[in-house]
């Protein structure tokens, strides 16, 4: 009921929550040796055709007592740790490598596209570049078949030194989405000195237009924001799409790509090529 996929406990199991936590961290190190974390998929779609234009890996912890763990109950701890760092490696490894899998499957190698977060310890990260070079490298993926999704409250305030990197990056032709986008309260001007070639609208927006008639604020904020973002040559996606009625709203609004459960949840990588193939006949 919380959204977001979360697999949390409720309120009355706190103080077991804060045993968990201290649990939880010190059992990171080993379950990333142990390879308990996997990786679910969710397509991202064309709002034009309903094509399948990419996937996002979301990352999950298998965790041998409390079952299948969200990204919400260790991403935040592993960042404290700085386990992220090796974590993030292999998110992206397996990721990049899933995509490759993917373009070698369809003859026509089709424009699939790969999305994976990035966290601010791993963008301060002074390996980051080097990283991506050689898991791209390794796997043979163009740099142009890989979006890193930053959060924009990560980017506020950032200063030359964090955006070097990023700047590297997008000149290697890998794409860089602003995640979360609308949540974060930055200055609008700002976008222009930003490497990102993408803005990923943040579900609160997404859910205005699940009403009936759709929220007529929310609608003129995604119109201004769409607007701005495409005089700007940035494309939008909007995540949380539930119902038919908000893709359509939205992509009357001019957005370009969708992510959601109306589409598809988080799932193995089998149901990414399945989607494909589905598109392909
Ligand atoms: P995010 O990047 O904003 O990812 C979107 C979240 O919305 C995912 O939650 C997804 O399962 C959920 N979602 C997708 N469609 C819908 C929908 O239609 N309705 C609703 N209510 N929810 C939807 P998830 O998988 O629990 O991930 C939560 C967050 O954890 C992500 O938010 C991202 O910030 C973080 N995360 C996930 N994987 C990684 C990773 O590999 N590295 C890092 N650094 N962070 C990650
Ligand atoms: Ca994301
Ligand atoms: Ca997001
Ligand atoms: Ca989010």
Redesign the pocket.
């Known amino acids: 009921s919380a959204?977001?996929?979360?697999y949390e406990r409720a309120d009355p199991e706190a103080d077991a929550r804060a045993i968990t936590r201290h649990g939880l961290t010190t059992a990171l190190p080993a379950a990333l040796d142990r390879g308990e974390f996997f990786i679910?998929y969710?397509p991202l779609v064309h709002l034009g055709d309903g094509t399948v234009h990419g996937a996002?890996?979301?990352?999950r912890w298998c965790h041998p007592q409390h079952g299948v763990l969200?990204?919400?109950r260790f991403?935040p701890l592993a960042e404290h740790t700085g386990l992220?760092v090796p974590l993030?490696r292999w998110?992206l490894d397996e990721a990049v490598r899933q995509a490759r899998f993917w373009k070698h499957r369809h003859a026509d190698g089709g424009p699939l596209r790969i999305n994976?977060?990035?966290?601010p310890t791993?963008l301060h990260h002074p390996g980051l570049v080097g990283d991506i070079t050689d898991v791209l490298d390794r796997s043979g993926l163009a740099p142009g078949a890989l979006c890193l999704?930053v959060?924009e409250s990560a980017l506020i305030g950032a200063d030359e030194d964090l955006l070097k990197p990023l700047r590297q990056l997008a000149e290697m032709g890998v794409d860089i989405a602003l995640?979360?986008f609308g949540t974060g309260y930055s200055n609008l001007a700002n976008l222009r000195r930003l490497p990102v070639s993408v803005l990923k609208l943040d579900?609160s927006f997404t859910r205005g237009m699940q009403q009936h008639p759709a929220d007529p604020v929310d609608m003129k904020i995604v119109e201004g924001i769409v607007s701005l973002a495409h005089s700007l040559e940035l494309a939008v996606t909007v995540?949380?799409?539930?119902t038919a009625a908000q893709a359509e709203q939205l992509r009357a609004l001019g957005c370009d790509t969708a992510?959601?459960?109306?589409y598809a949840?988080?799932g193995a990588p089998d149901r990414i090529h399945s989607l494909v193939l589905a598109d392909a006949v």
């Open positions: 959204g977001g996929n979360r679910e969710q996002e890996a979301l990352v969200g990204p919400d991403i992220i993030g998110v994976v977060n990035l966290s791993q999704e959060t995640d979360d579900r995540e949380g799409v539930e992510q959601g459960w109306y949840r988080p």
